[in-house]
Structures are given as C-alpha cells and as structure tokens.
C-alpha cells in the first residue's frame, strides 16, 4: 500500500443510493481501486473507482462484483419500509449472496449496514447496547434482524468477520429531534470503516452507528476494542432543529420509540407503498 491507503480494492455495494453516493469521494482514503456497484450503471467514475453493475438477487452478479476485492463495504439492498417481496428479494435473498461470494472470494471483511429499526420498538428513553433484543419496528428491520443473524452464523461457522453496524441516521445533518440521538455524519462513517477494515481481530461485534451525540440511545463502549472514536456531535446543530421544529409533539411515534416514524406504518403490500 502507498502512504495511506489500506486496502488494495474495496467493495461499496449501493453506491447509486444516497448514503454510497455522499460517501463514494472519501473512500479514496481507504482503498487503491473502489468497485462501486448498484443495480444501475455508475458513469460517473472518480480516478480510483471501477464499476460493477449488480443485481444483489442474481449470485452470479455479486459473485462477479466481490470477485478479487478485500473489503466490502455492503450499503446494497431495500432502504426503507416496502412490501415484503422487495425487501426480501434485496435484503434478504441478496445479503446470502453477498456472503456467499465472500465465502467464495477468500471471506474479506464485510461492514454490513444493519439500522437501528433493528431495535425500533425500544423506548427512546432506554439506553441500549448490544445485548438489547432486537425488537423491530418494520418488515425492513425484520429484514436487519435476518442480516445480524445470517452475519453471526457465518461467522461462527466459517471465520467470516463483520462489522455490524446499526445505522441510525446517516445524512449531511439532523433534520428533526430524534436525529440529535441518532445522527451518523459521514466522517465518522468512513472512520468506522477504517478501525474495522484495520483491528487487528474484528470478529463479529454489534455496533450502534451513530456519531459522539450528547442525546445517544446508544452504548458502544463494548466495542471500544475497534478504537473507533466518532469526531462530529449533532448539538451543533440543535439551534437550526429548534428554529424547524420549535414544539415537537411528544405523542408523536417520532419521539416515542427508538425507530420514530416506522412504528406508525401499517403492512404494506405490493402498490400501495408511495
């Protein structure tokens, strides 16, 4: 590796969706070559990047997207509640493909993008860790659920590491009250990718992924073996919160449970899901 790079070809799976779109630029930082793959095709290719169009439902395209890289970072899949078909085609059926391959490949590490949905139905005034039981909040966190599991499996099975990550919510900013708890910037993002793609022993641990926010549900310190140290904090922004959201209604599910708003939507079949 030259200066400081660290990984010769990392996988971005999801790179056309927003969180692979925001943070496709800072990855030149951890890998030589970036293969960016999604289910559309990517022109817009930075010196460092290859692309690999993928379908994550057809093994034969992930195994062709994971083929030779030695770190995934797995954003791909069904971002938000949906019918079940889609997410289970995606999130599901596509997450088994994706280790599969990795299994096929020499098992890179994976960072997988689990979500705090995972834990969506747990009171916001609870601190968890990641002894909490899952209690989802959607068919997407159920979907998250599978991951973690299908995750810890292949680990116990075959060796394979992952990193967890519980996603809270990964934007330029915090937009609403629940967000100066779960806001996740970017950097700090990226930083977590480095200290898992890096430790020396990363096994398989749960980890909340969120940024050092004064208002975190969120107890990570059973993972401070990662050495992962978030740098941006959302009460730097709780003045602009305050001038967009002055009065929050505390009956609102947004403000009631861990996974805010996706509590409150019913089942969802196929066209009925705008």
Not at 63 to 88: K, N, Q, T, W
Not at 202 to 207: A, H, Q, S
Not at 249 to 260: A, E, M, V, Y
């Amino acid at each position: 590796m030259k200066g400081h790079v660290l990984i010769k070809k990392l996988l971005l799976t999801g790179a056309t969706g927003s969180m692979g779109t925001a943070i496709r630029p800072l990855l030149a930082a951890l890998a030589e070559t970036v293969v960016v793959s999604g289910r559309r095709d990517i022109t817009d290719l930075m010196p460092h990047e290859e692309s690999r169009k993928a379908s994550l439902d057809s093994a034969d395209d992930v195994l062709r997207a994971v083929d030779g890289c030695d770190a995934i970072i797995h954003l791909g899949g069904y971002s938000v509640e949906g019918p079940f078909h889609p997410i289970m085609q995606a999130n599901i059926l596509g997450l088994y493909n994706i280790y599969e391959a990795a299994r096929a490949n020499g098992m890179p590490r994976i960072l997988f993008a689990s979500s705090n949905h995972v834990v969506g139905y747990h009171p916001q005034a609870e601190v968890l860790d990641n002894t909490a039981l899952p209690r989802p909040d959607s068919l997407y966190g159920v979907s998250k659920v599978f991951g973690e599991a299908l995750a810890r499996f292949y680990f116990e099975k075959f060796g394979q590491q992952t990193a967890i990550l519980r996603i809270g919510s990964c934007f330029d900013k915090p937009v609403d009250h629940r967000m100066l708890s779960t806001w996740l910037s970017y950097r700090d993002f990226v930083a977590f990718a480095r200290a898992a793609f890096t430790v020396p022993v990363l096994g398989c641990p749960i980890v909340y992924g969120a940024s050092a926010n004064d208002r975190s549900f969120w107890d990570n310190s059973k993972s401070n073996y990662l050495g992962w140290q978030p740098q941006d904090n959302a009460e730097a922004y709780l003045a602009e919160v305050l001038q967009a959201v002055p009065n929050p209604d505390p009956n609102d599910p947004l403000h009631l449970f861990q996974g805010g708003k996706f509590t409150d939507i019913p089942i969802l079949k196929e066209g009925n899901h705008d």
